[in-house]
């Protein structure tokens, strides 16, 4: 009965978020959901360069910043376009798809029926979590690879069996190839590894720690002589753009964490998971000292992810889908704390006191599902299906494999026959743009502002010089469609 149980949970879980989320499959991004352009250009800037080779037979390494620092994520996506298609309905499928078959694959890892549960209800229905399930973006996949990896971590742990920690570097060594800004989790199976030997998990731990040190040496020099070399060149345009003066200076550390916090927590979306996640830090850090409970060490696990996150609360330009792990990291934390609290242990009434740790457990738990209600009805209620409308308008035109240009353009043109690249002032594909390229459509906002005027800083005049100009309002954006003919 109990396996029955265990099974019957994971499996109930995801397949109820995955009908529920097919609702949302051909959505727009809610219009709060970032104070950047976000998803609504990001979700073609993640996948142009893949579809254009799968569409043109091009990678065009150098016509945009995704392929280079999302070398598997691309990988993976070709190989699904080539036995399907390249829609955006295909590539957002494919996301909800994966990113729910990695947390089966977690849930499978911890022997527990009501931490899926908690975890679903917590996490899936999270403002931007929920959101970004159902994106052709890459983030929640590696959201999805680090849970599996967290409880491969815990299996070490309890087991002290080698494998277990090789394959959680493993797993994080695959979110660093879908996308190296996660680099930084590679120290993560050490200290891992560190809290084992203190805790004598693993008897041959020396022997574990020269296995985990030359697979790590291995694989970040198969990274470094077969992805960063013969592509130099690349790796620094991009870094040179995007990679300096990230992270706040010491004087500003303690203002941009507030704002930050402000940002990311403080606001009517995320405010009710902040009070949760504030309830549970204390309890959950009590229950590391004092409980008995078998989930102690998943427990201390995620905290430790939640720390590895906790940097980007110092970054300068704080995008949402940076701060996806912080929330994932987070709402794993509070789903253990609250499972600990329901557990049998806790709840037995042979435990003194035995209603004590439930009713922590719901002190947790209910701002949280009426925090996420709240969003679920307003995400609900303002669904909107415009990027779906001009993605089917532009579907059918042969273009030939001419070029469109624009940031908007990865976004919202889905065509099989075009070749399409973003264009960004001082960045990328901004040389002569209308003599190399000839393109027959240019997408962007009537004001230039996602290309920083690329175009009207070097003297063209797109409504001037464009045979028409349909406009579209998505989002809180004008987009303007300049036809052009040669």
Partial sequence: MPQTRLSITRFGCLLAFLCLQLWF????????????????????????????????GEWGMNEGDNLIKSPLYNGYLVTVMSIFSSSRNTLRLTTLLTSLLLFGWFFYTIKNWLLPL?????????????????????????????????????QYLKTGKRRSLLLSYLLIYACFLLKIQ????????????????????????????????????????????LWYLPFQETFQSVWAHQGTDRLAAWSDLSTVFLDS??????????????????????????????????????LLISGIWA???????????????????????????????????????????????????????????????FGNAINLKELFVKRSFKSQSIINQYESHDYKGQTIVGVWATSLIWNPTAHIIPVWKNFMNDDEILKKRKP???????NEADSEQVFSSRGIDLPSISDSTIQF????????FYHLSY
């Fill in 261 to 298: 916090g402000k940002y990311l927590v403080w606001n009517e979306f995320n405010i009710w998971f902040a009070v949760g996640f504030a309830i549970s830090l204390p309890i959950g850090i009590f229950y590391l000292f004092r409980s008995n409970d078998s989930l102690k060490g998943l």
């Fill in 118 to 154: 908690f975890l679903t209800v917590i996490a899936g229905f999270q403002f931007h979590l929920f959101q970004f399930f159902h994106f052709s973006m890459v983030e929640m996949i590696v959201n999805g690879c680090m849970l599996v990896s967290v409880g491969c971590a815990y």
């Fill in 307 to 369: 720390l590895f996150e906790s940097h980007k609360m110092i970054i300068l330009y704080l995008p949402t889908r940076y701060t996806l792990s912080l929330f994932m990291a987070m709402a794993l934390w509070m789903s253990i704390v609250i499972t600990i609290a329901f557990s049998k242990q806790a709840t037995s009434a042979k435990t003194p006191k035995y209603w004590i740790k439930p009713a922590l457990g719901l002190l947790i738990l209910l701002p949280v599902l």
């Fill in 182 to 225: 996660y680099g930084y989790l590679l120290l993560f199976p050490f200290v891992v590894w560190l809290i084992g030997a203190f805790a004598k998990s693993d008897f041959n731990f020396w022997k574990t720690l020269f296995s985990l040190t030359g697979m790590a040496t291995l694989s970040i020099a198969l990274f470094y002589l």
């Fill in 473 to 480: 309002e998505y989002g809180v954006y004008k987009i303007n």
């Fill in 25 to 56: 499959l051909q959505a727009d991004p809610h219009s709060d959901i970032s104070t950047s352009r976000g998803p609504f250009t990001d979700e073609g800037l993640n996948t142009f360069q893949a579809r254009n080779f799968i569409n043109t």
């Fill in 440 to 446: 027959p459509l240019i997408v962007t906002e009537e």
